[in-house]
């Protein structure tokens, strides 16, 4: 517990440690007297006594209330940063997810936003062959939703780039992964999470994943960021019109798998729009306990006016009088 102004609790004290010290003379006073004229105590005596010591303590608890006391509790709310990964290639055209996979992804993407609470940041990378950085984390959940809207699809993919982009976007400094493939320390952000809209199409190679992909995941696990990704897209696939060329595209899955189990994610399918629709609810954001001050001055009036209306109850019932 802690004081706004203990001086204000000091003086209270010493007044209501004035007030025992007074009782205490006048009682054995009158004590003595009623001794020397050979009179007991009467049962009002103790009535009385008792309501001048409720009385005391009420205004020894209202001391403490005076002084402004308060009491650091832990609550649980929903806070820190969250960066929305959205592929753009032209893979994302397709209509196998009506009324295309990016339209769809974007939808989604804009129910998430609307989902969370003022205390969540929320940024956009889109991505395309090489993370670009479309709107900062910002509590102005309607910047980027108008950042969301404007994206268009064009490019190819990758994956590894559009993680190391949307780390870069979280720490406010570029991450980089060296030249030798070493994976930088880029600090702790345990309340940031990363969720990958993509249909993982043309960024694997034979094992599932490229080097690029991999390393980059390891730099969000090693930070504490959790990456969700969102496969859209369908496994039978079909035809999307790219430069003039007709290509036939199709949900890669393995890609999003491994990386939102490297980092402590999770993969969420999504082969239709309802399925999207879904995601907001379906994200477990990342809690953050902070601690705020409770004020109890409130608890301390109540109690001290129990005591003092206890103390007059006692003290007129016993003599008649309130004092």
Known sequence: ???????????????????????????????????????????GGRGRTAGVWCTIAGVAVLAVAV????????????????????????????TDVAPSRLDAAKQAAVSFINA??????????AFQQGG?????????????TAAVRRLAPGGGTSLGDAILAALSAITHKTVVVGSNGSVPAIGYWPSATIVLFSDGGGATGAGGTDTGTATAAAVAQKAGVH????????????????????LFTALDDAPLKSISQD???????????????????????????????????????????????AGAVLTVARTGRVV
């Open 227 to 246: 990456i969700d990704t969102v496969g859209v897209g369908t496994v039978a696939g079909t035809t999307v019109d790219v430069d003039g060329y007709h």
């Open 132 to 144: 670009l950085e479309a709107a900062l984390p910002t509590a102005d959940h309607s910047t980027v």
């Open 1 to 43: 517990m802690s004081l706004a102004d203990p001086v204000l609790l000091a003086v209270g004290l010493l007044v209501a440690a004035a007030l025992a010290v007074a009782a205490i003379v006048v009682a054995r006073r009158r004590a003595a007297a009623l001794a020397a004229a050979g009179v007991g105590p009467a049962g």
């Open 116 to 125: 969370q609470p003022p205390t969540v940041d929320i940024g956009v990378v």
């Open 263 to 309: 980092t402590g994610g999770a993969y969420h399918p999504a082969s239709d729009a309802s399925q999207l629709n879904g995601i907001a609810s379906s994200i477990d954001l990342r809690l953050t306990v902070t601690h705020q001050p409770l004020p109890l001055a409130g608890a301390f009036i109540a109690l001290a006016l129990v005591l003092l209306v």
């Open 67 to 94: 002084g402004g006391p308060s009491a650091s509790v832990p609550v649980s709310h929903a806070s820190g940063t969250v960066i929305l990964a959205m592929d753009v290639s032209g893979s994302m055209a397709a």
